[in-house]
């Protein structure tokens, strides 16, 4: 999944010098258990994989988009990563086709990463302003939001676009208020 980004910017030179449009994508991943395998009947056979964990991994990776990011993992795989990997907790979501909320992350990078200063610096802006979000304390939340998109990208992980979405969203919530039993829980209308 880190290599993807390597990996598309060679690709995308390939095309620019072809004329060919650049191609962006998400990846999103997701621990759980699942089938996989050959699945239908003797007339019509694929190979394919289902359950709960597989279609919240494919939900992950539409959300990246609105997230402005390049990958997004569940809370089970960010617990198994834990050490190993800098993750940054990004919002709780319920995505479409799901009550359940999700707590989501983006991977910065490896354990290089996840032992940096500017990691650490970072995580902590980040986990700052959630702490604020939730409490509703919504200038407090911005203004860390602000400082963390400040800091510029780290690893693999730009601050500013997951930042400005949350920001957009304080002030919303400044316009409109939650309701007082809110959650902090971002429904998705959207895969």
């Known amino acids: 999944m880190l290599d993807f980004d390597k990996i598309m910017a060679d690709l995308n030179k390939e ?10 994508i998400g990846v999103g991943i997701n621990t759980g258990e699942c089938s996989v395998g050959n699945m239908g009947s003797l007339k019509r056979l694929a190979y394919s994989c289902v359950g709960d964990s597989v279609n919240l991994a494919s939900r992950l990776e539409g959300q990246t988009k609105a997230y402005g990011v390049r990958n997004l993992i569940g809370s089970a795989t960010a617990a198994a990563a834990r050490g190993h ?3 940054v ?11 359940q909320p999700e707590t989501i992350f983006t991977v910065a990078g490896a354990a290089d990463v996840l032992g940096s200063t500017a990691f650490r610096t970072l995580s902590d802006r980040i986990t700052a302003a959630r702490e604020h979000y939730l409490n509703q304390e919504w200038d407090a939340a911005e203004a860390a939001y602000r400082e963390a998109a400040d800091l510029g990208t ?28 809110w959650d902090g829980v971002y429904v998705a209308t959207s895969k």
């Open 89 to 99: 907790e990004l919002d709780a979501v319920a995505v479409k086709g799901r009550t």
């Open 85 to 87: 990997y800098a993750c």
């Open 154 to 181: 780290v690893g693999g992980f730009d601050p500013g676009p997951p930042a400005g979405i949350m920001i957009e969203r304080i002030n919303a919530y400044r316009i409109d208020p939650p309701p007082p039993d």
């Open 15 to 24: 095309f620019q010098a072809m004329g060919l449009p650049d191609i962006d």
